[in-house]
């Protein structure tokens, strides 16, 4: 009884010592998903601050054409006589709403 019971003891301290070691294990893996964790949220970061644009005015380079033809259409000058109107007198509708304006 007594040899059963030192064999028995020596298996508790193999599974205890098991058990330490899966106690780290588990520390370890822990401690990666504390990192992974870490880095999603400094990836949410990123996406978050880059999905907003700058507000402002455009810059006269990089204007895309959407926005070009705003700028220049409304402008008489640009729009070439035809046989009805050789002449064109009548200023376009932005120019005379914003001299109303004023």
């Known amino acids: 009884t007594a ?3 030192t064999a028995t003891a020596r298996e508790c301290t193999a599974t ?3 058990c ?6 588990c520390t370890a ?3 990666e998903c ?9 990836t949410a970061r990123e996406c978050t601050v880059t999905r907003y644009s700058v ?4 810059s006269a380079c990089t204007t895309p054409m959407r926005l070009q033809a705003k700028t ?3 402008f008489p000058i640009h729009i070439p006589p035809t046989e009805k109107k050789k ?3 009548q200023k376009g509708v932005l120019c005379a709403t914003q001299e109303e304006k004023v």
């Open 72 to 74: 220049w259409a409304h």
């Open 34 to 42: 504390t990192a992974t964790a870490r880095e999603c949220t400094a």
């Open 3 to 5: 040899r059963e019971c």
């Open 20 to 25: 330490t070691a899966t106690a780290r294990e």
């Open 29 to 31: 893996t822990a401690r």
């Open 87 to 89: 002449k064109i007198l």
């Open 55 to 58: 507000r402002g005015r455009l």
């Open 16 to 18: 205890a010592r098991e």
